[in-house]
């Protein structure tokens, strides 16, 4: 379990290395290409995303002892995704505030104060969808789990009901046997008095 887990350490490293990259090269960047970067580094985090779920997965699935070092590591691991997805943000606000401003013809003669209000938004507004999407993916892997778990009560509950045939299949062996033996004991107790 743990070479998994490991694993999937050595690809969270490559990906938020490639991410963290990328990221500085958006405000630089302009028109198409920034665009495309842009949804590159979304589409890479959604990826890293998944690979924390499976490390999780993988933490749930170690042994009690070795559990905590792996939840420490995992915990970082969630730390330093949180700070890539709020320097994405940083630089995607940046990106959108030169977009609006280029289509506008704003020639950047806003009040610095309006300017702060709408980032704040901005941020508040993706700060409420991230939250949205990772309830959806808890609900999603909580779903799954119950149905899991109702498909191994079946299948127990299966294995009861023919181990309880069993049993009394063998019980009534027993009473058969039990009442052959009486009759054997009285045939022979009835021999002997002869």
Do not use: C, W
Not at 18 to 36: D, F, S, Y
Not at 140 to 152: D, K, M, R, S
Not at 156 to 167: G, M, Q, V
């Amino acid at each position: 379990m743990s070479s998994d887990f490991e694993a999937y350490e050595q690809d969270f490293g490559t990906l938020t290395a490639e991410i963290t990259n990328k990221i500085g090269r958006i405000p630089k960047l302009a028109g198409e290409e920034k665009t495309q970067l842009v949804l590159n580094v979304d589409k890479q985090l959604e990826e890293v995303r998944e690979l924390m779920e499976q490390m999780d997965l993988e933490v749930r699935e170690i042994p009690i002892q070795s559990r905590a070092m792996y939840n420490s590591r995992l915990k970082s691991y969630k730390q330093e995704m949180e700070k890539l997805e709020k320097d994405f943000k940083r630089s995607r606000i940046a990106y959108s505030d030169e977009v609006r401003n280029e289509l506008l013809g704003d020639d950047g003669s806003s009040s610095e104060t309006q300017l702060i209000k709408l980032r704040e938004e901005r941020a508040h507004l993706l700060d409420n969808t991230e939250r949205l999407e990772r309830s959806s993916r808890r609900l999603e892997a909580g779903y799954q789990i119950a149905v899991e778990t109702e498909q191994v009560g079946q299948e127990i509950l299966a294995n009861l009901h023919s181990d309880r045939e069993k049993i009394q299949r063998s019980r009534d062996r027993l009473r058969e046997t039990d009442a052959n033996l009486g009759k054997s004991s009285r045939i022979l107790t009835g021999m002997l008095r002869r």
